[in-house]
């Protein structure tokens, strides 16, 4: 490949999405599959293999269950279907929280087993000494603040964080934490606008809001939700398209046809050869 096609072909990196601070707000999308991220790198400035896969394609009840494997295999998928948006995969429950070098062991395998340019950690008390161990040794790593779907059995449900003082201080601390640790942006998800927008204010690097308002500097959804494929999304989605609904429009249609015998039509066999 000539270096002039590799120059077309260069992937956003962390310091472009550093840069991006302040500025033109940054396009993120969820994406699990390499036909899907194939439609939706021309779009965005940043592909996140989000764990959430493990409720959007696996169907599990929340993200403890998925594997570092998991992962690995979606992470290669959209890296196979993308050429131009940052990739940055989740490393799942469990995979880093333990110690700094367990999270370089995990981290260091995602990214040399896919290709991937940076991994998300949620970002508890106990998980800013490991984001710095990760960037001291050549990982770049986006925190997450705020809801952390990680912590689901300690807060014993999906909840809006921050309406509190004391949590709102908290959660400060830990996304200036984050980024003194050295992380390249953060997510901050489920929290009210005005905590969106003194997080934003605290820190030096960009923020990419999911339920977080427009005080961030960028959005993030899960694709499939804001596709409109499940009969429920939270409140803060947008649905861009009724996709369930084309779906089972189309299904139906298939099944009517199979059943009265008009799928498959004369366009749609093979004929033996005349001869
Ligand atoms: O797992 C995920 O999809 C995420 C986004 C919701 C930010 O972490």
Same mark, same amino acid.
């Given at each position: ?74 992470g290669?998928a ?7 948006a ?7 429950? $469990?995979?880093? =929280? ?14 040399? =087993? ?23 040794? $050549? ?18 449900a999906?909840?809006?964080k ?22 390249f ?9 005005g ?30 939700d ?48 005349? $001869?």
């Amino acid at each position: 490949m000539s270096s002039h096609r590799q120059d077309a072909l260069r992937r956003v990196t962390a310091p472009d999405i550093a840069a991006r601070k302040g500025g033109v707000p940054l396009v993120c999308l969820t994406a699990y599959t390499a036909p899907m991220a194939e439609l939706l790198d021309a779009h965005c400035d940043l592909l996140l293999v989000g764990d959430s896969v493990g409720m959007v394609v696996h169907g599990l009840p929340n993200t403890l269950g998925v594997t570092l494997e998991m992962m690995i295999l979606h992470g290669q998928a959209v890296m196979r279907g993308s050429r131009r948006a940052m990739v940055v995969i989740d490393l799942p429950f $469990g995979s880093y =929280e333990g110690s700094p070098e367990i999270a370089y062991a995990n981290a260091a395998r995602v990214m040399k =087993e896919t290709g991937c340019s940076a991994v998300k950690v949620e970002t508890g008390p106990a998980v800013a000494q490991n984001i710095d161990y990760l960037v001291k040794r $050549g990982i770049p790593v986006v925190g997450h603040v705020g809801l952390r779907p990680q912590a689901v059995m300690v807060d014993g449900a999906f909840k809006a964080k921050g309406r509190g003082e004391d949590e709102r201080r908290r959660i400060v601390e830990e996304a200036r934490a984050t980024a003194d640790a050295g992380a390249f942006a953060i997510v901050v998800e489920g929290v009210a606008e005005g905590l969106a927008r003194e997080i934003t204010l605290a820190v030096q690097v960009p923020t990419i809001g999911i339920g977080a308002s427009v005080g961030c500097d960028g959005q993030i959804l899960v694709t499939d939700d804001m596709l409109g494929l499940f009969d429920w999304t939270p409140k803060f989605v947008r649905r861009y398209a009724d996709l369930r609904g084309e779906i089972g429009r189309a299904v139906a249609a298939y099944a009517d046809d199979v059943r009265a015998r008009r799928f498959p039509g004369p366009a749609e066999i093979y004929f033996a050869k005349a $001869g």
